[in-house]
């Protein structure tokens, strides 16, 4: 998925297992940029009696590099302090939790925030923006937590400067069909054309539809980031633009005694991190992607060539034959996929895609991390789930809001459909430009199956899943002989009626890449005509999941 | 028999940790190897005070004598061949 799980260590220490960051000019206060870093992937909602929290031995940390030299410039560190208030019972709670300080409750969890500029060291700052800040619980359940939207509105907190914070509990928000990419890349919605497949297409399947995360949300002023403390209103300006990524560390030693406790020590290592999502995933092969956790992004120059040459761009045209020819020709050309290095290592410099840019710095170091343009405004009206490739230049890869469908934009540049971007001379494969995982019924679609919980303001990711309405799937596997026609619907996924294999070889889907850069000039031009903060109008039409008849 | 066991106590408690029986045993023994590599020790090792919480000494190295000693959220280097290869008699021994 994103990032959960994605590396073998990682995948044994969920609390400290980043798995997902996003970065984005608040749509309602654009004035700020809300940073989230996910933790705890794939939590089951009915988690009791020991429900899902943070880790008090995890460093949790959000890192902001303004001048692109792949170092972070400011670090938001977050600690959590958990407390047994009745330690003489099993239960998490022991009534209802009517409120955040509810005596009802006994298992609280706290979190302390501090802010570090320049490594905090002889040039740097370190000042603590708020201690013992409440968390909210979890959701359990209706006699438990029956109102627990009031409960998570009295866990976010006012900081000092303007800064919100919440952190805890929150409904997933991220949706992709890992069932089935990981099933050899067998999107449902293209499967009657994969080599390994006899299954007809299919919607796609949310694989973390109803499962919650452990979320860190911080909103801070935009001008609280930039390198020169001004608030950023030009998309040229290279103060505009940051780097974001997360990590999680943990102490080097760690003893387990005989009594059941556990003694930490030594300093924090790096044990996860992210900026782009699907990075270490997709591109980092499995024997170095526990390495890759452990380096900083500066040193990402070693990555270049699981980026250069990416295995999934080279897969696609052996598992899809004939679907991509385009691609198959670039590869064997063994040219560099300069897009990608751009798009994940250093940004997108100005000249590419007319009227922006976030690249980082002069561009010259090479590091995956999320890139916010902050100059650019937040699209209120109709934002595309495709973010740049949807021509919303508000969206990934510039920086990440909780509901750009990520794994498809990333699964159609994997498939050339930027390619153009670096060589104009390039076509992309039609099917490079259909791509979809079949949960969304357009660019315009944020509501793909359990996406429904994303909130219009702080802290965006909607109320978790109860546990007491834990969904209960136990549809058995097919027998053989027996023909699996996909997953329950589970979104409007516009081509579950299935793709035709000539209309995609012939063309008769627009690989979008083409025309690319100069239809989002075209819509930055209109939006910036409007005034700050106000919706854009101009917001993409284009339905690249039009579905296609059978 | 007596001395293996010595020998296992003073493992445990100076590589897992324990509190302050690890600090003041491993204390003497750096101590008492002073003199023989002084130009490989720091400091901290021949004076001063004496931590008196848990602490991790881990042989990163024996070949080197690079031993990462922890303790809070801080780790020191420090370099000592002789006492490495001590400890590393030690874990040979414990073996039996």
Redesign the interface.
Same mark, same amino acid.
């Given at each position: 998925m994103s990032s959960h799980k994605e590396a073998p260590a990682i995948s044994n220490d969920p609390v400290a297992d980043n798995t997902d960051v996003y970065a984005f000019v608040s749509p309602d206060r654009p004035d700020t940029v809300t940073l989230i870093a996910n933790f705890s992937p794939l939590e089951d909602p009915a988690g009791g009696p020991n429900f899902d929290e943070f880790g008090d031995d995890v460093l949790y940390e959000i890192h902001i590099d303004n001048n692109g030299d792949g170092l972070p410039d400011i670090t938001y560190q977050f600690r959590f302090t958990t407390v047994n208030t009745i330690p003489s019972t099993f239960l998490y709670n022991v009534g209802t939790i009517e409120s955040i300080d509810s005596k009802n409750w006994n298992r609280r969890q706290f979190a302390t925030v501090t802010r570090v500029s320049n490594g905090g060291g002889k040039d740097g700052t370190s000042q603590q923006l708020g201690s013992n800040l409440p968390c909210p619980p979890c959701n359990i359940g209706p006699l438990s937590t029956p109102n627990y939207a009031d409960l998570a509105e009295q866990a976010i907190h006012t900081l000092p400067g303007g800064c919100k914070l919440f952190t805890g509990q929150r409904a997933e928000g991220f949706y992709v069909d890992i069932g089935a990419i990981f099933d050899l890349a067998d999107l449902r919605p293209f499967q009657n054309l994969h080599v390994g497949s006899s299954m007809p297409a299919a919607p796609g399947v949310n694989g973390p539809k109803a499962k919650n995360i452990q979320s860190i949300a911080l909103q801070v002023p935009a001008c609280d980031l930039t390198a020169n403390g001004k608030a950023p209103t030009s998309v040229t300006d290279p103060n505009s633009t940051i780097g974001v990524y997360a990590t999680a560390s943990r102490q080097r030693s760690r003893m387990f005694e005989d009594d059941g406790t556990i003694v930490n020590s030594g300093p924090f290592v790096q044990v996860s991190r992210l900026g782009n999502p699907l990075f270490n995933e997709v591109l980092v092969p499995i024997s170095k992607k526990d390495f890759f956790n452990s380096q900083a992004p500066v040193n990402d120059k070693q990555f270049a060539g699981d980026v250069a040459t990416p295995e999934l761009s080279q897969l696609l045209p052996v598992l899809y034959p004939g679907v991509f020819p385009n691609l198959a020709a670039l590869n064997a050309s063994g040219k560099p996929r300069a897009d990608l290095l751009a798009i994940l290592l250093t940004g997108i410099p100005a000249g590419i895609v007319p009227g922006f840019q976030n690249v980082t710095g002069n561009g010259s170091v090479q590091a995956d991390m999320l890139r916010l343009n902050m100059a650019i405004p937040p699209t209120l009206q109709s934002p595309s789930n495709l973010g740049l490739i949807g021509m919303d230049a508000a969206g990934f890869p510039n920086g990440r809001r909780v509901f750009d469908d990520v794994t498809t934009i990333e699964l159609r540049a994997l498939a050339g459909a930027t390619y153009p971007l670096v060589d104009k001379t390039y076509t992309p494969d039609a099917a490079a430009g259909a791509i979809t995982q079949g949960l969304t019924s357009s660019n315009t679609d944020v509501t793909a199956d359990n996406t429904v919980h994303y909130l219009p303001c702080f802290p965006y990711l909607g109320t978790p899943h109860g546990g007491y309405y834990n969904p209960d799937d136990n549809t058995p596997a097919p027998d053989l002989n027996t023909t699996p026609l996909g997953g329950p619907d589970t979104g409007l996924g516009g081509s579950r009626h299935g793709t035709d294999t000539t209309k995609v070889i012939g063309g008769t889907v627009l690989a979008t890449a083409a025309a690319l850069a100069g239809a989002t000039a075209l819509k930055y031009q209109a939006r910036s005509t409007t005034p700050a903060g106000a919706a854009s109008s101009t917001g993409s039409t284009s339905d690249d999941h039009t579905p296609v008849a059978p | 028999m007596a001395e293996h066991s010595s020998r296992r106590n003073f493992l445990r408690h100076a590589s897992? #940790?324990?509190a302050v029986a690890g600090a003041t045993v491993l204390a003497p023994i750096a101590l008492g190897r002073n003199a023989a590599s002084a130009q490989n020790r720091t400091p901290a090792a021949t004076s001063g005070s004496v931590h008196q919480g848990?602490?991790?000494a881990?042989v990163k190295n024996a070949h080197t004598g690079e031993i &990462?000693v922890? &303790? #809070?959220?801080?780790?020191i280097v420090h370099r000592d061949p002789q006492l490495a290869a001590q400890l590393g008699r030690i874990a040979a021994t414990s073996k039996s």
């Open positions: - | 897992i #940790g324990t848990p602490l991790v881990y &990462a922890m &303790a #809070g959220e801080r780790e």
